[in-house]
């Protein structure tokens, strides 16, 4: 049995309060880091993403970290990344993974964070937990609920405000409690040029970015809000944001939602994992915000403050919501969903939004 399974579904050892976070962080010694992650053993790897590798690793005093080992680092960001860095440390709030500090020696930049006993919302619903069905439908509701207030906090709340720019579902983290942590907020600024699947352009994962974040770059408030769309209706279906119907062709999750959302066709929506175990009012509200979230034109969009209410099952919303245009009539206009076409070919996708982004 190797750390992951070991440490999988139990809470944290460190004894940690939930909701209680500590307001310090502290630079890290690489020696430290090596000493705590195994020399950065193959066995201690969580995985791998856009700017490096990240590693499982335990302190002296027991507490287990998970290390981001970033790639092919450039002399020039050195001063941005120490003081970006510590930006982000200062960023407090239950629903964001805490950064608990970093380590800049030489050529290596490394940037340390709690660990995650449940890895990433991704895992569970596509990825190594899935046959386990750790999550049950009031799992997900909270886990909504939880990541839309640490989006709401980066966005209303943080000095300077912060657009996430990669809200996805491997950076939506899982604490011993199911609790959702969102991850790599603010990182999109200092991403070394060379990295892989990023640039200083676009960041995203495809699948999950705005229309006009993807073709024109410009990145809002909008544009995680619809990340946040693709993924409530992840949560609520088990689908991929993309899904490959054959070698050149994927359908896109809104494009398969809609029409099922419009015949409040719930039960063929909620994901089969499931089993039929779900409050449908709630099921029915995350399929309808996740759609309007991921409404083509921006301003269509709801912020994610307006989205908590909605989530949260405020009574006056959540009746608007029930008579959106988008899902009263079959023949309608201006769904935005509705425009793209029903399947994305691979051949057809814009070159440079494909270079720009990840797979
Ligand atoms: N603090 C953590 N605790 C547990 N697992 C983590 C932690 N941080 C990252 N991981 C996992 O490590 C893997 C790699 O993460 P990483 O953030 O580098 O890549 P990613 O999320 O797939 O893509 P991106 O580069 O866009 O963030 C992911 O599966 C992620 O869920
Ligand atoms: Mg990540």
């Not at 380590?103 to 596509?126: F, K």
């Not at 919501?321 to 399947?343: A, K, R």
Request: glycine content about 6%; proline content about 2%; charged content about 25%.
């Amino acid at each position: 049995m190797d750390f992951r399974s070991m440490f999988c579904c139990v809470k944290s050892l460190d004894g940690k309060k939930q909701g209680k976070k500590e307001s310090t962080w502290r630079i890290f010694s690489l020696k430290e880091l090596q000493l705590s992650t195994n020399n950065f053993n193959y066995d201690n790897k969580l995985g791998e993403g856009g700017f490096g590798s990240v590693y499982w690793g335990q302190l002296w005093d027991g507490s287990q970290i998970a290390v981001k080992r970033l790639k092919s680092w450039s002399n020039k960001a050195e001063m941005e990344f120490s003081v970006e860095v510590e930006t982000l440390a200062r960023v407090r709030h239950k629903n964001l993974l805490t950064l608990r500090g970093y380590c800049a020696e030489g050529q290596e930049r490394l940037i340390v964070y709690d660990y995650m006993t449940n890895l990433s919302l991704l895992s569970h619903l596509h990825g190594q937990h899935s046959a386990e069905c750790h999550l049950d439908w009031t799992r997900r509701m909270n886990i909504a609920i939880g990541a839309a207030e640490g989006i709401a906090y980066l966005h209303h709340h943080a000095t300077p405000h912060i657009i996430h720019r990669d809200i996805k579902a491997s950076n939506v983290l899982l604490d011993g409690d199911f609790k959702a942590q969102v991850a790599d907020f603010g990182f999109a600024k200092f991403i070394p040029e060379g990295a892989t699947h990023v640039t200083t352009r676009v960041k995203g994962t495809l699948g999950y970015l705005a229309p006009e974040y993807a073709m024109l770059g410009k990145a809002s408030e909008s544009c995680d809000v619809y990340s946040f769309g693709i993924l409530l209706l992840e949560l609520a279906s088990g689908k991929k944001p993309l899904e490959k119907i054959s070698s050149t062709l994927r359908r896109s999750i809104t494009d398969w939602a809609l029409p099922l959302a419009r015949e409040r066709k719930f039960d063929e929506l909620a994901d089969q994992k499931l089993n039929g175990k779900y409050v449908e009012e709630e099921l029915k509200r995350v399929v309808f915000v996740g759609l309007i979230c991921s409404h083509n034109q921006p301003e269509k969009r709801p912020t994610i403050l307006e989205v908590l209410e909605m989530l949260k099952g405020d009574k006056e919303k959540c009746a608007a919501l029930e008579n959106h245009e988008m899902f009263v009539s079959t023949t309608v206009v201006d769904s935005g969903v509705e425009d793209s076409s029903e399947f994305i070919s691979d051949e057809k996708e814009p070159k440079q939004e494909i270079e720009n982004v990840k797979m």
